[in-house]
Every structure is written in C-alpha cells, then in structure tokens.
C-alpha cells in the first residue's frame, strides 16, 4: 500500500557508468517531482512532470533525463555519473498540477555514491 | 536571489515547547509548508500556511506573518519521536517549492 515508492534504496556506482532510478506512484496524482538532497540537507527541485509533460527544468546537467511512461510512473536516468552526483535523490507527487500550491508527498529517497 | 534562513540545529527536554523559527525571501509567495524528516527518511507534509496567523493541529501549530516574511513551527509536550529534522520550504511566484536547510531538533530525556 505504499503511496509513493523508487528503487533502488541504494546505488553504488563508478564514475562515468550510466544508472536509473525508478519512482511509481499509486496515489492517482497528477505531477511528479524529482529532487535531489545534498550533504547539506538542500532539497533541490531539479524535475517536474504533469501528465507525462515536463514543466520544470531546473539547470540540471542534461546527463539527467526523466523518462515518464505514464502519469504514475517517472523514472530518472543518470549518464556518465560524476563524483558530485553523490546524494539522496527523492521522488515525489502532488494531486494538482505544479501551478497550484498543494502537498508534495515523497518517496523513501534512493542514496547514490559515485566511486 | 531566494533565501530561506532556519537555525541549524536546537535542544529541547522532552515534555517541553519549542519554537522553530523560518524566514525567507522569495520573488513571490504561494504559501509556506513544514515538513518533518526523520534521518534517512523521507520528508512528510506537517503544515501549510498562506495567510496571516497560526494553525493548529493536534501538538503542532505553524504561524505566518507575510508582512515580516516569518513563520515558526511550535512542538508542545515534546516526545522523543520528534527528534528529527523540521524543513521550511516556500512556494515562490512560478510554483517552485524553495527549501530550507531544515533545523534539527535534538530531544533530551
């Protein structure tokens, strides 16, 4: 019955290898986010998708490409992965489109160390 | 540029209050959201303010002044589970969700 869930957990990696993190939602939402979370604890929005459409763009490097099949589903893609793309990456969903203040609900997040 | 200021970290006794206090600067206001994030958790949705005042709900109540770009988020009877990390975070003009740091809150028996 979880709401929103990504896989893996966690993801141990060399430099310059390519890996997918994987977010679903079952809560019938309508946008889906992706951001990442530095050792700093900064949330940072860097994606944002409302039924299949991205809307938001956040000077992320485009070696970062979501990929959403459906409207339940956004994946995030990671080419070439450098030093610096250590985090923990967390998906999240909201019932309205990213036009309308509403509450975000997040998955468990995915910890990424790059080697 | 946007800026969302929060104290890095605070102590409080368990049973006690304690206020977290946020302020933030943004081109814009859409409303102001807690959020709660144990270590290693995801965060989880506490409140959500857009007018002036405070709301309560339950042991948690967030007040906002838009006028003094301010709020705070009150714990009463502090318990050792709301040791964790408190995230302020303001929804700008164009809808982005701009993030604070978080504050950590350390319970002590």
């Known amino acids: 019955d979880t709401a929103v869930s990504q896989t893996p957990k966690y993801l141990v990696t060399q430099m310059g290898n390519d890996k997918s993190i994987k977010c679903e939602q079952n809560?019938?939402?309508?946008?889906m986010y992706w951001y990442k979370q530095d050792s700093k604890k900064f949330l940072k929005i860097m994606f944002s998708y409302n039924n299949k459409e991205l809307i938001i763009n956040e000077t992320v490097p485009n070696r970062f490409s979501p990929k959403s099949p459906d409207k339940a589903h956004l994946n995030l893609h990671i080419n070439s992965l450098e030093l610096g793309d250590s985090a923990v990456y967390f998906c999240?969903?909201?019932?309205?489109?990213?036009?309308?203040?509403?509450?975000?609900?997040f998955g468990p997040g995915t910890r990424l160390t790059v080697l | 540029g946007q800026n969302i200021d929060q104290p890095t970290e605070m102590t409080a006794t368990e049973g006690a209050i304690v206020q977290i206090n946020c302020t933030y600067q943004t081109s814009g206001f859409n409303g102001l959201f807690w959020y709660q994030q144990h270590a290693g958790e995801a965060p989880t949705f506490l409140s959500y303010n857009v007018l002036d005042g405070l709301e309560e709900k339950g042991r948690f109540s967030s007040f906002l002044s838009r006028s003094k770009g301010y709020s705070y988020l009150l714990l009463k009877e502090l318990q050792m589970k709301d040791s964790a990390s408190y995230l302020c975070?303001?929804?700008?003009?164009?809808?982005?969700?701009?993030w604070g740091a978080g504050t950590k809150l350390i319970i002590k028996p």
């Open positions: 999240a969903s909201s019932h309205e489109a990213a036009t309308i203040p509403d509450t975000q609900y």
């Open positions: 809560l019938g939402h309508d946008t």
């Open positions: 975070a303001v929804m700008d003009s164009n809808y982005q969700l701009i």
